[in-house]
């Protein structure tokens, strides 16, 4: 079954301090991935996304991802959290032809000063 | 552009009223979705239309209608609002200007008591 797998619920990280969230899918080709981000409050804002070419992704904010077909992953990550960093973080894949994206269930991200 | 908007931003329901959720877009998407988002549960997708004239179920389509009225409006429609649809609503677009993302917008929180 189609299904994408975020590990972590919640994540505490320092202020300045690297960040890696984890992102597994399971789908048999290359599927289209995104990173979207959610903020107290807010709607889903689109962070980065992976379609083909590069497998290192830049996206908004800092924040990078890397696509690895061996591992089925897509992994973000960030080299220096800020505390404006907290929020919600959702990795979806888009597959097949109605476009519907598979969601993880996302990770919580707190950021201590 | 102003992208994906919601009305209401925010509803209370007695339990047994009905109501119909707005959103609209500006970016020519031919696809736009409903979903709902649940504390631990990730978003869920309620309903899609991908392209006008034409919607299907998602995951969690009791208790809901949609309407695509036309390729900007797609409408959410609660006939006899339940306690279990206390939720905050997310509607979503994609294709066209944005192709190959769903780009959100800001959420309904609604309350059925």
């Known amino acids: 079954a189609q299904s994408v797998t975020q590990p972590d619920i919640h994540i505490t990280v320092s202020e300045g301090a690297s960040l890696e969230l984890r992102c597994n899918y399971s789908y048999g080709a290359t599927p289209y991935l995104f990173w979207y981000v959610q903020s107290p409050g807010q709607g889903l804002q689109l962070l980065l996304k992976y379609f083909s070419g590069d497998t290192l992704v830049q996206g908004i904010k800092g924040f990078e991802a890397e696509f690895k077909r061996s591992q089925s992953s897509f992994n973000l990550r960030k080299p220096s959290v800020h505390w404006s960093d907290a929020a919600e973080y959702f990795c979806?894949?888009?597959?097949?032809?109605?476009?519907?994206?598979?969601w993880g269930l996302g990770t919580s991200l707190a950021v201590n000063p | 552009n102003a992208g994906v908007t919601q009305t209401p931003k925010f509803q209370v329901l007695k339990t047994g009223q009905s109501m119909t959720l707005q959103c609209a877009q500006d970016m020519n998407h031919n696809s736009m979705y409903w979903y709902r988002q649940d504390p631990g549960m990730g978003l869920r997708l309620i309903y899609y239309?991908?392209?006008?004239?034409?919607?299907d179920k998602g995951e969690v389509p009791n208790g809901y209608n949609v309407s695509r009225l036309n390729k900007r409006e797609f409408s959410l429609r609660l006939e006899s609002a339940a306690p279990s649809q206390t939720s905050v609503y997310f509607c979503?677009?994609?294709?066209?200007?944005?192709?190959?993302?769903?780009?959100f917008g800001p959420g309904t929180r609604l309350t059925v008591l």
């Open positions: 979503a677009g994609h294709g066209g200007l944005a192709a190959d993302t769903q780009y």
């Open positions: 979806g894949y888009n597959a097949g032809n109605n476009r519907k994206l598979i």
């Open positions: 239309s991908a392209s006008e004239g034409t919607t």
